[in-house]
């Protein structure tokens, strides 16, 4: 399957819900994207993406002999659409979900914020002209980075890569006490030489 975003993304990740509606040849897989524009304002996004089961049956006229395969650019089979934007602050460097709470989204920005969001809370269009408000933002490292996961084993524990000029820095950014929203539980810590 090929589809062409409106916009570059700097960024991909699936989320793991899968849907399957019965008597389908299909399944409805989402996606996290984040859009990278200098001049517009820029988005967080969940996709959702129209795959083919395994046992799909294919139409023959969609068969290109010359490159030996159904379907191609364009297929009217398989469909992306663009569920949910969040107006976002800047360009979205990087973005992930988080492994025990896949609503939770956390992003890296040109900045050194980390800006967290519970996309469920947001509408699916945002008013272009709103600002971005994100529910947590996360300061402390000093420059951009790219790097940017959470921990699959420690609910709310976030790691941030950033480069600096000999080396790689990456801090545990925060983790969950009561609830992952409050300030008050945010502890940073740092961690060197990690490879």
């Given amino acids: 399957m090929t589809h062409a975003l409106e916009w570059p993304s700097l960024t991909a990740q699936w989320l793991p819900d899968v849907t399957r ?7 409805i897989h989402r996606l996290v994207l984040g ?10 996004a969940i996709a959702s993406v129209r795959l083919h089961n395994d046992d799909a049956q294919f139409d023959a006229s969609h068969y290109g002999s010359e490159k030996g395969e159904f379907g191609g650019f364009g297929s009217v089979s398989e469909k992306t659409e663009i569920e949910i934007k969040i107006n976002h602050e800047r360009e979205v460097n990087r973005a992930r979900y988080m492994p025990q709470n896949p609503c939770i989204l956390a992003t890296k920005t040109p900045s050194s914020d980390v800006l967290v969001f519970d996309y469920t809370k947001y509408p699916s269009k945002p ?3 709103a600002e971005c408000v994100p529910d947590l933002r996360l300061h402390g490292h000093q420059k ?4 940017l996961s959470w921990n699959p084993n420690l609910t709310g ?3 941030l890569q950033m480069s600096i000029p000999s080396a790689y820095g990456t801090s545990v950014l925060f983790q969950r006490r009561e609830k992952w929203m409050r300030r008050s539980s945010l502890q940073a810590s740092a961690v060197v ?3």
């Fill in 127 to 129: 008013d272009p002209s």
């Fill in 193 to 195: 030489n990690v490879s």
């Fill in 21 to 27: 509606p019965e008597g389908k040849d299909f399944s």
């Fill in 144 to 147: 951009e980075g790219y790097g």
């Fill in 157 to 159: 524990h976030l790691v």
């Fill in 35 to 44: 859009t990278h524009m200098w001049d517009e304002q820029n988005h967080l």
